[in-house]
């Protein structure tokens, strides 16, 4: 055991170092650090165009964006979501001064169930606030109808879906805003950052002034902002990794359809559908260790650590369970069946781009075992 590499769920996508010594030679020089330089430019630019989306603010990181989301939108009061996610998504809205209430999940996906959200409406509801979970597509169009007859916002906390395609285009277009994640182990890094996507210039203008203190020029602050800005160092990086995302997106393809291809028809083990994207990006491979697995989910967890692999439990423990949150009526377990469930049956087994076919091999035979 002493002799076998460790395989961890997730590692972030490197280009060689040779690559990105040319951008750090222009920082260098132009001595430009912050504040919009151009490499920032650049990115927002880019992707745009990657994405498909109208406008992009950069952020130093995700939970940043959500909050700078909630207060471009001026969200106030009880806002809807899922207890099924990381907890960056219910804490924005404690730092924002909203009260989460919890709805439970679709069992297929995993993403806040529709049906579920309706009965959760009061007169202080404003916003609700989904998750792409790894980054299968909500059901949009269910959410935006709700929204609509109540006078709704909604913000996607889209931190699984870059460069997801639906039906009708980049998934990143729904709702009021959408927020991404480019923390180091997402499927594009900037080390660390975050984006909000708007639909207009006007949104992208006020966006752009809240994450820089509020200040729209050199003695004017027109806003209570805050300092969000993403450095040149970090977009300079991410024009990089831009180069690279076609292997990246396609070695993650190759990493899903071996664990599906091998895994299916294994008793007890089911492998977390899609939503019906045209263009899926792999950010994670979750399986559910159903009750006729050979051992419950946290003995296949253990199992595999002990031989190097390390698995994680996303999304264990629900944010509903969570001291901060678990004393909220809609936190009640009895609420929240299909997350619960999951909860306690989710284990993410590793996907990343460097990982090879023989590691996926260990992963799968492992599981096949049963012993």
């Known amino acids: 055991m002493d002799n076998i590499q460790p395989i961890f769920v997730t590692q972030p996508y490197l280009p060689p170092l040779e690559e990105f010594t040319p951008y750090l030679e ?3 020089k132009n001595k430009i650090l912050t504040n919009g330089g151009p490499f920032h430019q650049q990115l927002e630019q880019a992707l745009c165009e990657y994405l498909g989306v109208e406008y992009v603010a950069l952020f130093s990181n995700g939970t940043l964006a959500l909050i700078t989301a909630l207060q471009a939108l001026r969200v106030a009061g009880e806002v809807i979501t899922t207890p099924y996610s990381f907890v960056a998504t219910a ?9 989460p209430v919890f709805v439970d999940v679709e069992p297929q996906t995993l993403n806040m169930d529709p049906a579920k959200i309706e009965a959760a409406i009061t007169p202080k509801t404003t916003a609700i606030m989904p998750v792409h979970c790894y980054g299968n597509p909500c059901d949009v169009d269910a959410i935006q109808k709700i929204a609509d007859n109540y ?36 499927v594009f890094n900037t080390f660390e950052g975050g984006a909000i996507i708007c639909p207009d210039a ?8 809240l994450k820089n203190f509020g200040f729209v020029d050199e003695i004017t602050v027109a806003a209570p902002g805050i300092n969000a800005k993403m450095s040149e160092i970090n977009a300079a990086f991410g024009l990089l990794q ?36 045209i263009v ?21 967890y253990q199992k ?13 423990p629900l944010i509903s369970d969570f001291p901060m949150y678990r004393g909220l009526p809609s936190a009640v377990r009895s609420n929240l069946p299909v997350a619960a469930k999951a909860a306690e049956q989710v284990l993410c087994l590793p996907i990343y781009p460097s990982l090879s076919d023989e590691a996926v091999e260990r992963v799968i035979n492992l599981i096949i075992e049963r012993t």
């Open 26 to 28: 222009h920082i260098w």
């Open 91 to 99: 804490h924005s809205l404690l730092w924002h001064g909203n009260k």
């Open 151 to 186: 006078n709704l916002r909604v913000i996607y906390d889209a931190a699984h879906a870059f460069g997801v395609q639906c039906q009708r285009g980049s998934v990143l277009n729904y709702g009021d805003l959408s927020i991404l994640s480019f923390h180091a182990t997402k």
């Open 202 to 209: 006007k949104t992208k203008r006020r966006i752009d002034h």
């Open 242 to 277: 831009l180069k690279h995302m076609p292997y990246v997106m396609e070695r993650r393809a190759e990493i899903d359809s071996h664990y599906r291809r091998r895994l299916c028809g294994v008793r007890g083990i089911r492998c977390v559908s899609s939503s019906g994207q």
């Open 280 to 300: 899926a990006n792999h950010s994670y491979f979750p399986i559910l260790v159903e009750s006729d697995y050979s051992m419950c989910r946290d003995e296949l």
């Open 304 to 316: 595999l650590k002990d031989n190097g692999i390390n698995a994680r439990r996303y999304f264990y």
